[in-house]
């Protein structure tokens, strides 16, 4: 799944791509993932795209007062096209959810991976309109989001960290694999409370969090689409590599496993040494 720094790159990149070109066409293929009627697709034909811009995990693009809002969920991306394809896109025929031709003859797909489809698009008139969008908590990288900030939003709350930091109405954009990161370079266990750290921990999470993001999104900047994926995986230090030697100590990354995700780990860095049992009953982190 895409997160805040891969987002954030591909806004970038439709920024220098994308606005100021005019939308030529607009073609659903996969009509589940179009979540809103009014304003029609059709509003956006003939109209120059002005802004482009990231809330979270979703991207914005404006239209002509309008916005067209994506998120790719866990199994979507986006494809440019310096020249998009003439050819016909035929609903159930690929795995292309939306195409987006431009007035140069460039554009872009979202496309969708497997059988479960979680990638959803949106007209609307105001980015309020888009109920995920609606209910994010603070973007951790904004400049003003502060140690303070970040205390009182864990202060009493009775949670797993590492379901805390992949709730979007928490914080803005954190997914399942930098909230791995982000606890391996803070050396926590994704078990403990967040009402149970101590100052000296929150501000270690605080500084570990920023400082993930901050690295991630230095490092995506500028890549094209079809080499963020890749450069994702390349930066990962535990997330993904389950079995692997973690590279600050050496220990073997160790993994949990839940009904639909993973997660990982190092035992020596974050754990004390000791394995996590591999379920634990968590509302946030199913």
């Known amino acids: 799944m895409p997160e805040l720094p891969e987002v954030d ?3 970038g990149f439709l920024r220098e791509r994308a606005v100021g070109r005019a939308v030529s066409s607009a073609t659903v293929a996969a009509i589940s993932a179009l979540k809103t009627f009014d304003p029609p697709l059709q509003a956006l034909v003939g109209n120059t795209i002005d802004a482009a811009s990231r809330h ?3 991207v914005d693009l404006e239209v002509g007062g309008l916005h067209l809002v994506f998120h790719l969920a866990r199994a979507g991306w986006l494809r440019w096209y310096d020249e998009l394809p003439k050819t016909v896109v035929k609903p159930g025929k690929s795995p292309i959810a939306l195409r987006v031709r431009l007035d140069d003859g460039s554009g872009f797909d979202l496309t969708e991976a497997g059988t479960k489809k979680s990638l959803a ?22 400049p003003d989001f502060s140690l303070d900030d970040f205390a009182a939003i864990l202060a009493g709350r009775r949670t797993q960290i590492k379901g805390l930091l992949r709730d979007q109405s928490v914080f803005a954009g954190v997914g399942n ?3 791995d990161e982000i606890l391996h370079n803070a050396r926590m266990s994704p078990y403990i409370l967040a009402a149970k750290l ?14 993930t993001l901050a690295d991630a999104v230095d490092a995506a900047a500028g890549r094209p689409p079809d080499e963020l994926k890749d450069g994702k995986r390349s930066r990962m230090q535990v997330h993904g590599r389950t079995g692997e030697a973690c590279p600050v100590c050496g220990d073997t990354v160790r993994e949990v496993i839940f009904a639909d995700s993973t997660f990982q780990y190092c035992p020596t860095c974050q754990t004390g040494g000791k394995p996590l049992a591999d379920r634990v009953l968590s509302r946030l982190l199913k």
């Open 56 to 58: 979270g995990k979703f």
């Open 121 to 142: 698009v949106y007209v609307v008139r105001d980015v309020s309109e888009v109920p995920g969008i609606a209910r994010l908590g603070p973007d951790p990288t904004a």
């Open 198 to 211: 101590t100052p000296d921990q929150v501000e270690r999470l605080y500084h570990a969090m920023r400082d």
């Open 9 to 11: 790159a591909l806004v």
């Open 177 to 179: 694999a930098y909230s």
